[in-house]
């Protein structure tokens, strides 16, 4: 009797921490699924179908609907799809790597809503039109403070949800001082301490730079510094996006294809090197500002090569791992194998068929980092070509496989429609090829980005083609992605529930190797973030000081 009571107050707990990483998907699935309407919306009008008209009601009326509709599109996407999605998933594989709940689930009660409060404060000024900076601010162009405020509540709210990780962390090495850290949970670590530090340089933009400007404390900005302020953030940025996709490749996409994760320790150091390589690079996305100079752009391009690496290092062990499973399914052949894959499963072929896009994303980032071929690259099609294949492709169509998964284990119902599902993701892949393709194609043409290309009075007549590549691809993936989402809907509010004995298990993929032989310093943090702190100060120390003592507050501000 007892232990039956005991269990259910178990499963009641387990249930309540269910719903909370719920609560933090349906955020993130409607961010999605609004922000991507804007996709086709722009795709179409590069091929010059201009659909704008038809959104007054909701847009601003002319070009400026083709900037809000971008906007939308970026910060909803890039930003909250993205952020509710891994702090709800990071709290899952957390809680499931230590075996025990949040130590103080009001801290991450009190982040979660942080960001609710910072998402809606963000929605008004967007839906309203005077928030139209695109999601990388572009200073000096000023959009409403409550933009800024909104999206700082949002950062904030994940450094307190990243506050509630840490603590329970600690309270696990308390109790096991000499045990490895649990693979997963040790990766959700990593991935909200980098976010931690990326975000101190965004932070400081608005909070000392920008939100004062806006509520007309201060004069002015200094665009340059405020530049190099976001791409101390931005390029971090993406990693903190990739990592949870990461961390299903090397420890839960094995399991699902029956293998086994092929290297801890080759894993735990990947996550390590992003950690202190991510931050001391953002010049990357400065090649061209004036205010910086060749020495300090050299030395980011040269440490953006070293970022590379331990994606390689991914690429070469998440293989080995999908390898092992295969040939355990009885593949063989230099690549047979793959058809030994679970093609069916519409969790593993979404993480397939993202990492495969991503080769090509990874690929076209190693391009952009070359400081002479950037010249070419920067600015054009061809950069969101590029990020459609990293945050769209490897990153979504990841947390589209987790979902599949993740979504039946919280609602305890069967995935509807598994074959809708693989559909979504065969036909979202298919549009990205298209999409991202044309993009990268007409960028090296020399077409800009975040331009409305269809209102152009004329393009060259080599562009047309590739545009109208652009509006198909772009949206057929806008059918794949809302597949995803009507999938996933359903699951969630279908009557048919897991029979007594099923559901769906956590796929937590065992190591090959014992892990406690991973050696100690593979999980210890000190010298770590040590070495992670000089090398942040070392690349941006001397610039950030000299731009700082030279800071002029004197550009005005634009309204955009
Ligand atoms: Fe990037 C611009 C360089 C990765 C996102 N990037 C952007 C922007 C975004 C973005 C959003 O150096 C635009 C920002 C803006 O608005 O201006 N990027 C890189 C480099 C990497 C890179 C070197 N980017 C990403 C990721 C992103 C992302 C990841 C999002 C998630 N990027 C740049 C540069 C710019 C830039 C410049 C500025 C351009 C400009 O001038 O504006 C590297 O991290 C890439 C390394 C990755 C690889 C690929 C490894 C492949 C793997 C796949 C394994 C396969 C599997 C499947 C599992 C080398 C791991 C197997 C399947 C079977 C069937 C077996
Ligand atoms: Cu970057």
């Known amino acids: 009797m007892l232990q039956d009571r005991a269990k259910q107050a178990e499963y009641e707990l387990e249930q309540r921490d269910r719903n909370f990483v719920g609560y933090h998907l349906i955020v993130a699935i409607a961010a999605l699924a609004v922000g991507s309407t ?23 009326s002319g070009q400026g609907a083709y900037y809000q509709g971008l906007t939308i599109h970026g910060v909803l996407n890039a930003l909250v799809w993205t952020t509710f999605f891994i702090t709800g998933f990071l709290t899952l594989t957390l809680i499931k790597g230590l075996g025990r709940r949040l130590r103080y689930p009001v801290i991450n009660w009190v982040g979660f809503l942080t960001m609710v409060v910072g998402l809606v404060i963000t929605a008004i000024p967007l839906l309203a039109g005077n928030a139209t900076v695109l999601f990388t601010f572009y200073p000096p162009m000023q959009p ?27 309270q696990w090495r308390q109790e096991n001082p000499d045990t490895r850290t649990p693979f ?54 993406v990693y903190f996006w990739l990592l949870p996709a990461y961390l299903s490749w090397y420890a839960m996409l094995p399991k699902q294809v029956d293998g086994k994760m092929f290297s801890d320790q080759l894993a735990r150091l990947a996550f390590w090197l992003f950690l202190l390589l991510s931050v001391p690079l953002g010049f990357h996305h ?17 440490l953006t090569y070293a970022v590379a ?19 355990k399914r009885g593949g063989s052949g230099l690549f047979r194998w793959m058809l030994a894959l679970p093609w069916t499963k519409p969790s593993v072929v979404a993480q397939l068929l993202a990492g495969l896009l991503f080769i ?43 979902s599949y998964w993740l979504v039946p284990y919280i609602v305890g119902k069967p995935l509807w429609a598994p074959k809708l599902a693989l559909a979504s993701s065969w036909i979202y892949f298919v549009g990205m090829l298209v999409f991202s393709n044309a993009m990268h194609t007409v960028g090296l043409l020399g077409a800009p980005r975040r331009v409305p290309l269809g209102l152009a009075p004329y393009v060259p007549s080599e562009w047309s083609g590739h545009l109208w590549r652009v509006g198909i691809g772009g949206t057929i993936m806008y059918v794949g992605l809302m597949l995803y989402v009507v999938v996933v809907l359903v699951t969630a509010l279908r009557r048919k529930k897991f029979a007594e004995g099923e559901g769906v298990e956590i796929p937590v993929a065992e190591s090959r190797r014992d892990v406690q032989a991973t050696p100690l310093w593979l999980d210890r943090w000190v010298p770590w973030l040590t070495a992670t702190a000089i090398l942040v100060l070392l690349a941006y120390g001397p610039q950030l000081y000299e731009q700082l003592t030279n800071a002029q507050l004197n550009s005005p501000s634009f309204p955009p």
């Open 286 to 302: 400065q090649f061209v500002d004036p205010g910086i100079p060749n020495g300090w752009k050299y030395i980011h391009f040269a």
């Open 144 to 170: 409403s403070s409550l933009f800024y405020i909104g999206l700082t509540l949002v950062v904030v709210g994940s450094w307190i949800e990243g506050l509630g990780f840490y603590l329970t962390y600690y």
């Open 360 to 402: 090509f994303g990874g690929i076209g980032g190693i391009m952009n980092a070359s400081y002479n071929v950037n010249l070419a690259l920067h600015n054009t099609a061809w950069v969101p070509g590029h990020f459609h294949l990293t945050v769209a492709s490897a990153v979504t169509m990841t947390f589209f496989g987790i």
């Open 38 to 60: 804007f996709g086709p919306l722009q795709a179409l009008e590069h091929a010059g179908i201009d659909l704008y008209p038809q959104m007054e009601w909701l847009l601003q």
């Open 309 to 327: 690496i331990p994606s390689f290092m991914t690429l070469f062990t998440v293989v080995a791992s999908l390898e092992y499973g295969a040939v």
């Open 184 to 237: 997963i949970a040790f990766a959700s670590l990593i991935t909200m301490v980098l976010w931690q530090i990326a975000t101190i340089g965004v932070a400081a933009e608005i909070l000392g730079m920008l939100l004062p400007a806006s509520l007309g404390w201060t004069s002015g900005m200094d665009p340059q510094l405020a530049r190099t302020l976001f791409w101390f953030t931005g390029h971090p940025l």
